[in-house]
């Protein structure tokens, strides 16, 4: 039997078991598993499965209502697009950004914390491959069932290279010498003393958030840490085109905001990460600024600033307040 990530699964002709997409005259999708003697079922007739059974990839097929549906294996974006969902899945323009920055390769040894419904580990196990390692955490066991289900369909069997643990990453992550881990997750910031202890020198964390300010605090937190050089971050927006004759513009509608991305490699042990010499923004950084996940909380700050008022008799009218950012240049001298 080949292995469940193997080529028989995505090419030559259909066989029972496989995953068959349906392309309607108006472009719609259909997806399901070819079984011997079922039929498929639209509101434009039926046909029966057996009719696909042998047939290659890219056969016509007709209804009892005379209506024409393409058939093809459903690529990988499209299944994870249509697969059931527990939590919201990671999109394909998304999950191809984590393979290509977080540096994917087969073989790897991944942890993965924030499984959901299973996207971006199905991702992650066809890059790595048999003789990789995917150790996914996730806290709750409904998202943990879902994810199992989708990533066993697509696959066809258990992936070899899988593990699924449910519970909090900070509190179970036992792996050592992990080449990447991915952290799709409320609050990335809390895990990273146990994943900079996981990854091996130059591996890569890279987390995936919702918000900016998730993304100001995790970003925060790494410089703080110390065991990671300086982090990147960004976004990415899809906008498809519609091409016929002369008719060549922007779809009207595109896929925005969907989360940012950040990446940071891990340093060698002892070793502190070379001091920024980039200039902030102007006006970025008060002198009472205190960072995040620091000592100092708020009512700290604002008792600062307030002594700094009455002593110095500051009469600029800057304001003051915590600016949500940080840097090692605060006086933007290069």
Not at 6 to 35: I, M, N, S
Not at 281 to 303: L, R
């Amino acid at each position: 039997m080949s292995e469940p990530t193997g080529a028989a699964r995505r090419r030559g002709p259909f066989q029972v078991g496989d995953q068959v997409q349906l392309t309607d005259p108006k472009g719609r999708h259909y997806t399901f598993t070819l079984e011997s003697g079922k039929n498929f079922h639209t509101h434009k007739g039926s046909f029966p499965h057996d009719e696909l059974i042998g047939a290659p990839e890219g056969t016509v097929v007709r209804t009892t209502g005379n209506v024409a549906y393409l058939a093809l294996r459903p690529l990988l974006p499209d299944y994870v697009l249509s697969m059931p969902r527990g939590a919201a899945v990671v999109y394909p323009k998304d999950a191809g950004q984590i393979l290509a920055m977080a540096d994917i390769f087969p073989g790897a040894r991944v942890v993965e914390a924030g499984v959901g419904s299973g996207s971006l580990s199905t991702f992650l196990l066809r890059a790595i491959g048999d003789q990789g390692m995917l150790h996914s955490y996730e806290r709750r066991a409904d998202f943990a069932e879902i994810a199992a289900q989708n990533v066993e369909r697509y696959f066809g069997a258990p992936h070899p290279a899988w593990r699924l643990t449910v519970g909090d990453l900070q509190d179970n992550l036992s792996d050592t010498d992990v080449d990447r881990v991915i952290l799709d997750m409320l609050a990335p910031w809390e895990c990273l003393e146990p994943v900079s202890k996981a990854l091996v020198p130059g591996g890569i964390l890279c987390a995936y958030v919702a918000t900016t300010t998730q993304l100001a605090r995790t970003v925060e937190a790494i410089r703080e840490h110390g065991t990671f050089n300086e982090p990147s971050a960004w976004e990415t927006m899809v906008r498809t085109w519609h091409v016929e004759g002369l008719a060549v513009r922007p779809d009207h509608r595109m896929i925005g905001h969907t989360g940012f991305l950040l990446t940071a490699r891990r340093l060698a042990d002892g070793v502190e990460p070379p001091m920024r010499r980039r200039r902030p923004a102007k006006g970025a950084y008060g002198e009472d600024y205190v960072g995040w996940g620091t000592a100092k909380d708020a009512s700290a700050a604002k008792d600062a600033a307030a002594a700094k008022d009455a002593g110095a008799g500051d009469a600029s009218g800057a304001d003051r307040r915590p600016s949500g950012g940080q840097d090692d240049t605060p006086s933007g001298d290069a």
